[in-house]
């Protein structure tokens, strides 16, 4: 069993960076075993896949939105994954939840479903 939590959410000015963890207890992340994604979920609107980190490799995948903005990475010591979010508009707004699978393929990386374990999230708001 995997329990995820995610941190580093808070309200920014547009222009400005935020730093999100994923923290896992449970199991490690440490030995890249779990592909890990995040998404996002604003009001009323379909959650929606933001950036990925794939099982067994640094290989990385974001949403057209978020590419050249957000990075996601591991931080093996803290048994976590980091998304990295530079250039905050808007439009990013959102509840940012992070998932791990064990399972996922490289086709399957933006889709829920694919995903077994979810942390609870956390706000993001960037006002303009």
């Known amino acids: 069993q995997v329990q995820l939590e995610e941190s580093g959410g808070g309200l920014v000015q547009a222009g400005g960076s935020l730093r999100l963890s994923c923290v896992a207890s449970g199991r490690t992340f440490s030995n890249n075993a779990y592909a890990v994604a995040w998404f996002r979920q604003t009001p009323g609107k379909e959650r929606e896949f933001v950036a990925a980190?794939?099982?067994?490799?640094?290989?990385?995948y974001y949403a057209d939105s978020v590419k050249g903005r957000f990075t996601v990475s591991r931080d093996k010591a803290r048994n976590a994954v980091i998304l990295q979010m530079n250039s905050l508009t808007p439009e990013d707004t959102a509840v940012y939840y992070c998932a791990a699978g064990a399972s996922v393929i490289t086709s399957q990386l933006g889709s829920q479903s694919a995903y077994t374990y979810w942390g609870q999230g956390t706000q993001v708001t960037v006002s303009s």
């Open positions: 980190i794939h099982r067994w490799s640094t290989n990385s």
